[in-house]
């Protein structure tokens, strides 16, 4: 069986910032292969392809790297466990309205990118709940964990939450007299995270050359609505990058700026861990 999460620590734990990726995962097993309608290329057009390879530094700069093993087509990390879509699992009600969910982005979706079926039919309510307890949790409560330890070490903890978006997605988002953003943060519109450390974030992206906008067209999801709470010194900020800056986005393959892309995330992910050292003032508990 596969593990839910590949996780890496640093040799010694020097920041109160953790990194995770949620939507990297990209092992698709010969069973889920065989359920899915969908060619093996396009069903990996909701993964956000080689997030974690463009992380895999941040354990030698002090600080740890969560990443998902299980594609986001088969289960999304960053929706509730209980989004469960009554139009591919049976025996499900659907508890009020929920735009995710509806759309067919729920926790095990019904569909990918351009709103693609992933199933002819209905998963049975026994393999969701496998699905969950197989990877769902086992990823959360190690996230969660790894957010207490910084907390118990350091006072605070700082979760990045690091996803890629695709170019169309903020083509609209330009005025005429700015380019598109290339990085959006999302707070949750300041809930989720102390305004100051987005602050500093949005300042090491725009200092390493990206455009940088805040919670439009992606304000941040589960992941940093559960672990952000910024009275108690858990901040959360979820990162979008864009596919086109490092991958061919139709094929899937890193482009030919991937290492230079991934030496500028390098230099701006150890700004970003010195965040997670430094002597910003505490909340109070």
């Not at 996780?7 to 092992?27: D, I, K, N, W, Y």
């Not at 508890?95 to 199933?119: C, D, E, H, K, T």
């Not at 330009?174 to 974030?201: C, K, Q, Y």
């Not at 300042?203 to 999801?221: D, E, H, I, K, M």
């Amino acid at each position: 069986m596969q593990k839910a999460f590949t996780l890496v620590r640093p040799e010694c734990l020097a920041t109160s910032v953790v990194f995770s990726s949620p939507h990297s995962g990209r092992s698709y097993s010969t069973a889920f292969l065989r359920q899915t309608v969908l060619d093996e290329h396009t069903v990996r057009s909701s993964e956000d392809a080689f997030i974690d390879m463009l992380l895999a530094r941040v354990p030698l700069l002090g600080a740890p790297l969560l990443a998902a093993s299980m594609p986001r087509a088969y289960l999304d990390l960053n929706r509730a466990p209980t989004d469960l879509d009554p139009a591919v699992i049976s025996g499900v009600r659907m508890q009020g309205y929920n735009p995710r969910v509806s759309s067919g982005l729920g926790v095990i979706p019904r569909v990918v990118a351009n709103g693609r079926v992933i199933y002819r039919g209905k998963l049975s309510h026994s393999e969701a709940g496998t699905r969950l307890k197989t990877y769902w949790y086992p990823y959360h409560a190690q996230l969660s964990a790894l957010l207490d330890e910084a907390h118990a070490r350091f006072g605070r903890a700082i979760l990045i939450d690091v996803h890629s978006m695709p170019s169309e997605a903020v083509q609209g988002c330009s005025h005429a007299s700015s380019r598109r953003p290339e990085v959006v943060l999302g707070d949750r519109f300041g809930t989720s995270a102390n305004p100051e450390i987005v602050d500093r974030i949005a300042g090491v992206f725009s200092r390493a050359g990206l455009q940088v906008a805040r919670n439009t067209p992606f304000a941040g999801a589960y992941i940093v609505e559960r672990y952000g709470h910024p009275a108690r010194n858990r901040h959360a900020v979820q990162v979008e990058i864009d596919r086109a800056l490092y991958m061919n986005e139709s094929r899937i393959r890193p482009n030919g700026n991937f290492p230079a892309f991934r030496r500028l995330m390098t230099a701006a992910l150890a700004e970003i861990v010195e965040i997670g050292r430094g002597d910003m003032p505490l909340a109070a508990e």
